[in-house]
């Protein structure tokens, strides 16, 4: 297999990361072309799906937001535009969401696994899931939603996480390729790294 994937473990191929669905290309049950980022090799967006540190427009991004060891993705924390879905809905961890970021104005639909869920704030901490999952399961669609704030470490591109600084980011395995802008509030020296987060999210 000379083609491989560009890394972004997004699992629209049905298979949960990269490495594994290479594995399962050499063993002939998945093809190259079912990795939704076949055929594009030849072009400018393999180098951003490596993160570059420019994006799809050409804006640079200061660092990436990638996942907590054994995450699947960066913690994301949703705001239904009708937070009391989460209540009526009796929305609990483990639970399926769907919808699409509006408010910071992503066009595309997300599929969400809750890890928290807060009846009083509608308040959903998340991990974003590849789209199948939405098609072999149950899910809330909430249709619209804010980003709160994401989690996870972060991996300095041009220049660090700063404390009380609105700096860009790119949400690791973001399919988009689309640097967000956020303020960073929260900066802790972990074992494993820098643990950020960031809030008021914003694609400017």
């Not at 490495?19 to 393999?46: H, I, L, N, W």
């Not at 809905?89 to 408010?103: C, E, F, H, K, S």
């Not at 901490?125 to 619209?144: I, M, N, S, W, Y």
Request: hydrophobic share 40%; charged share 25%; aromatic share 8%.
């Amino acid at each position: 297999m000379a083609w491989v994937p560009p890394g972004k473990d997004c699992g629209s191929c049905g298979i949960a990361t990269c490495k594994e669905f290479v594995k399962t290309v050499k063993k002939g049950k998945k093809t190259e072309s079912d990795c939704p980022f076949y055929a594009v090799e030849q072009c400018a967006c393999q180098d951003k799906a490596r993160y570059s540190g420019i994006d799809v427009t050409g804006a640079k991004y200061d660092f990436i937001i990638r996942a907590f060891p054994g995450e699947p993705s960066a913690r994301k924390f949703i705001v239904p535009f009708r937070a009391d879905l989460v209540e009526k809905w009796d929305i609990q961890p483990g639970a399926l969401v769907t919808g699409r970021p509006a408010g910071p104005g992503c066009p595309l639909y997300h599929a969400l696994r809750v890890l928290s869920a807060n009846p009083v704030t509608g308040v959903l901490e998340c991990h974003t899931v590849g789209p199948l999952a939405a098609r072999k399961e149950k899910a809330f669609d909430v249709q619209a939603y804010h980003v709160h704030a994401f989690e996870g470490l972060a991996e300095t591109v041009l220049r660090p996480p700063t404390l009380g600084l609105r700096q860009r980011f790119l949400p690791g395995y973001c399919m988009i390729d689309l640097a967000h802008t956020a303020l960073v509030n929260m900066v802790l020296k972990k074992k494993d790294g820098a643990h950020v987060r960031v809030e008021d999210i914003r694609i400017l």
